[in-house]
């Protein structure tokens, strides 16, 4: 059989060889790092055989899918160990996550707690030593069914009715046998640093009328270093929680009464968010965007044609009932269906295409209450919402335009670490989606083409598009490696078919635009969330609530004080005294806990001769200077900053 490598090289091997014999022949090194393997970018067992022609690419701690795989079975070693110290377990399921696995597990009587952690990690370390295979077993339904009915497990029995026979299959290392599709690793000698996280209560399958199950987080390194590094990371992050600096940098809040998961955002909050929203609105005007204005509710008819209803109705607020008989209004859980009732409110020429309608526009959806987190997930949001409307021709121009757009936003905002992911649709489960295969083969060539053109750094997910169409997500890192989806580009041909959106064609003829969904912050929210914690709440000096404080030394200076923030008030330099009867040691440190980028103190040598004398936060003193030089100075370091 041939097998072609990521980097077009062909090579043939005996049918049944396995990819990490594959490795094997290609370098010892590579193969006692392999993890996983992508076949025809199916992620397998490295120890499952490959039958026919295919592409392979492995996959080690070193990238996600490693990683993944990686975590998963670390999973399976801390069901291995439970099971061996609470017996009688029941297991519900234990997936890989971003940063880790958990497992979801009913131990009866027995209560697991955080006390309990270090005897499991050691359990699991004792387990890992033993350098067990992980075997892949495949089982009828029947033998399925008749293991977990002994073991007295209705969890996985309950998960086994909704798969055919013929699909399942078990996973085996040491004593710990699971219900599992895999992949694996090959076995547990890699893993050599263990750490649980935390233990949370999980109802089973995520429905609150279901028992509740004890879920544990952990995360496992092939290194003790880079568990040590990953610690070290959290501590930083805790520092950096942007629920934290919000708090003390008086930006946003969250109040019982008005409800959870609804931010309200404070004088310096809304000032930094305002200043967010004018900075794209101008990029948008340059750019031909017509800013709209639509209600926070709209009737219920509306999403149904939309299809919103069928897909999100289940995670909307529950209608509001009106007087009328019948008649039901629900909060917006998106802004496109009344885009779509823009575009269409008047008949439309192929000329005045493509049509880009904009709006900072809030929406609600009912996230539940163990999901909130902060800003960066919440039940009333605001999108940085654009439609396009264009005609087939020019989709591919708008999007590499739309483009261009969100790469400057992310660069702007110092976000310079970013991939993009191309959502397409699961090929196997089709029913999930809106619309034609004709209009989805379209939209989905028209990003392919569009991100190769610049030549952005791309990866492919299936099944991750939206449910009418697929979508460019930006995937950024922030300043301690995580990663967040922030800005968002979608094609969709099928919110046009459903609203009967049309424009009169050069032959005169009616045709179906096509439209393009764009928000390059994502949520406003959201952003904000991640930009905090990206630069520790000392923000890009253009964007800064307070870019300065003017220090006094004493009360006899304020007057001077008073002059001084007159002027730069001119100067569109925004700032305030602090004229509190303290000292300047604690002015000044008060000044940097607060983030103030500038601060300008003042006293007598100050005031006889018209200065400031300068503080630059992270970088010291610069001296005292002539108020005009100072300008001059600051428009630098907001050009720089």
Avoid at 18 to 42: H, Y
Wanted: charged share 30%; hydrophobic share 35%; with cysteine.
């Amino acid at each position: 059989m041939k097998i072609t490598f990521p980097d077009g090289a062909v090579r043939e091997y005996e049918v049944g060889t396995t990819p990490m014999q594959i490795a094997t022949t290609i370098s010892e090194g590579l193969a006692r790092n392999v993890l996983s393997a992508s076949v025809d970018g199916d992620v397998r067992d490295a120890n499952r055989p490959v039958y026919e022609d295919a592409s392979i690419q492995f996959h080690t701690w070193n990238d996600d899918a490693g990683k993944t795989t990686f975590w998963h079975s670390s999973a399976h070693l801390l069901a291995e160990a439970i099971e061996a110290l609470y017996p009688g377990t029941k297991f519900g399921i234990g997936p890989a996550i971003e940063q880790g696995f958990y497992y979801d597990i009913d131990t009866g009587d027995a209560i697991i707690g955080t006390g309990d952690f270090k005897k499991i990690e050691d359990k699991m370390l004792e387990l890992a030593r033993e350098k067990n295979a992980f075997n892949r077993i495949d089982v009828s339904k029947d033998e399925a069914v008749a293991h977990f009915t002994e073991k007295g497990d209705e969890y996985k029995l309950e998960l086994l009715e909704g798969l055919d026979d013929g699909t399942i299959t078990f996973y085996q290392q040491g004593q710990f046998t699971d219900l599992c599709r895999g992949p694996h690793i090959p076995s547990t000698a890699p893993i050599k640093a263990i750490k649980l996280m935390k233990v949370a209560g999980a109802y089973w399958r995520g429905d609150e009328k279901r028992k509740q199950l004890t879920r544990i987080y952990g995360i496992t390194f092939p290194k003790k270093k880079e568990l040590t590094q990953y610690l070290e990371l959290l501590e930083e992050a805790k520092k950096r929680d942007h629920r934290k600096l919000g708090k003390e940098l008086d930006l946003f809040m969250f109040s019982e009464k008005v409800g959870a998961g609804l931010p309200i955002w404070l004088p310096k909050g809304t000032a930094l968010r305002t200043r967010l929203e004018n900075f794209l609105k101008k990029e948008q005007i340059k750019r031909g965007y017509q800013p709209v204005i639509t209600p926070h509710i709209a009737k219920k008819e509306l999403y149904i044609t939309s299809g919103h209803y069928e897909k999100y109705g289940e995670d909307s607020f529950q209608p509001i009932t009106t007087p009328k008989e019948g008649e039901e209004f629900f909060l917006k859980p998106m802004n496109c269906p009344h885009h779509c009732e823009i575009y269409g409110n008047r008949p439309k020429s192929y000329k005045e295409l493509p049509v880009r309608i904009a709006e900072f526009g809030t929406v609600y959806r009912y996230e539940q209450t163990g999901e909130l987190h902060g800003l960066t997930r919440v039940r009333g949001f605001t999108q940085d919402d654009a439609h396009i409307f264009c005609t087939p021709d020019q989709v591919k121009d708008e999007f590499l335009a739309v483009l261009d757009l969100t790469m400057h936003v992310i660069k702007k905002l110092g976000f310079d670490n970013f991939t993009a992911q191309i959502s397409l649709r699961d090929p196997e489960n089709k029913e999930k989606y809106i619309g034609s295969d004709e209009n989805w083969d379209k939209a989905e060539r028209a990003i392919i083409e569009a991100t190769a053109e610049v030549g952005l750094e791309t990866t492919t997910e299936l099944g991750e598009a939206a449910f009418y169409g697929p979508k460019l997500d930006f995937m950024i890192k922030d300043a301690l490696g995580r990663r967040w989806q922030l800005g968002t580009i979608q094609v969709d041909y099928n919110l046009p078919e459903r609203f009967e959106l049309e424009y009169i064609g050069s032959d005169n003829k009616p045709h179906r635009p096509v439209m393009i969904h764009r928000a390059p912050f994502g949520s406003m929210e959201r952003f904000i969330g991640v930009l905090i914690e990206h630069c520790a709440g000392k923000f890009p000096l253009w964007l800064t609530p307070d870019q300065f404080a003017i220090l006094p030394i004493s009360d006899k200076y304020i007057d001077y004080a008073k002059e001084l923030e007159a002027k730069l008030s001119v100067e569109d330099i925004r700032g305030f005294i602090d004229d509190r009867t303290e000292s300047i040691g604690k002015k000044i440190r008060d000044t940097e806990l607060m983030k103030i980028p500038i601060m300008l103190i003042v006293g007598d040598k100050e005031a006889d001769s018209g200065q400031v004398s300068v503080r630059i936060q992270g970088e010291g003193d610069k001296g005292s200077m002539k108020l005009e030089d100072f300008i001059s100075l600051f428009r630098t370091m907001e050009e720089t900053n």
